[in-house]
């Protein structure tokens, strides 16, 4: 075997080449034969494994068609500014008269006519170009038709009433022919005389008060509150147009406590309009 043969342990070691000029025709190769070190290993077919490695790794990944990115959030400013303008078209927008009368009540005309032209059973409401006073009623609330006789013997000329309890109700009486109102006390005793409820009130009483109140158009009325030993009620009498107008809003006492709120509005709806003036605005 010749010397230059390569033994096993050449083979992990670089082979120098020989520098002499006189070198034999068995010198080793150049230095760049260093990398070719393990020819049987890499001289075999790239592995399966491999070359599917290379492959993914020199080709980025396909985007899934189906894939679909969130917009991108909205800068803050744009969001601040989108906010403002919808809040400025807010206060721009103009905004509707409030009725005089809640949606939860309606307002009552009623024209106080005298019975002798009163055409039979009801047919007094909505009126308003005859309308001598008006007054909210809940709604929900049911009218009683008053009857002819009724009017011409008690004055009652219109009458509302809550159907879940007929006792809480209120109603308008008139009395033709008065031009001004008796002193405070002498009212309310008057108007017991043809009130036999009113009477049972006021005599079981706990507190009865009474005070005068005068309203924007100087028109003068009498306000009465009676707590009894079962009712409570609360009564507004004025005179207009050579008439008295009593308005009562009553209820048993559970239901006071219930409504008491509710009662004390319909008692404070109660006005009277004036001769030749028009009916009261839609708004409050």
Request: net charge neutral; aromatic share 8%; glycine share 6%.
């Amino acid at each position: 075997m010749g010397r230059n043969a390569a033994g096993p342990h050449d083979l992990l070691y670089p082979i120098v080449p020989n520098t002499k000029p006189h070198s034999n025709h068995l010198a080793a190769p150049p230095p760049q034969a260093a990398v070719t070190m393990f020819p049987s290993l890499l001289s075999r077919a790239p592995s399966p494994l491999l070359t599917a490695a290379s492959t993914s790794t020199a080709s980025p990944p396909a985007a899934s068609p189906q894939s679909l990115k969130p917009p991108p959030p909205r800068p803050l400013a744009t969001t601040l500014v989108a906010a403002a303008a919808a809040a400025g078209l807010l206060l721009l927008s103009p905004t509707p008269a409030p009725s005089r009368a809640d949606p939860e009540f309606t307002v009552y005309y009623g024209t106080a006519a005298s019975a002798a032209n009163y055409g039979g059973y009801g047919g007094n409401a909505s009126k308003k170009d005859t309308a001598e006073y008006v007054y909210d009623v809940p709604e929900g609330w049911k009218e009683r038709l008053v009857s002819k006789v009724e009017k011409g013997t008690n004055g009652t000329d219109s009458e509302f009433f809550n159907p879940k309890k007929r006792t809480e109700k209120e109603y308008l009486t008139f009395l033709s022919g008065i031009r001004a109102l008796a002193p405070l006390n002498a009212v309310l005793n008057n108007l017991a005389l043809s009130d036999v409820n009113l009477q049972d009130q006021i005599s079981t009483a706990d507190e009865v008060r009474s005070e005068e109140r005068t309203d924007g158009g100087g028109q003068v009325y009498y306000e009465y509150e009676v707590a009894g030993a079962g009712a409570h009620s609360l009564i507004s009498v004025t005179c207009a147009r050579n008439k008295l107008y009593a308005h009562f809003v009553t209820a048993p006492n559970a239901e006071w406590g219930r409504d008491e709120a509710m009662l004390r509005r319909l008692h404070q709806s109660f006005k009277t309009i004036q001769p030749g003036a028009p009916p009261p605005a839609t708004e409050s």
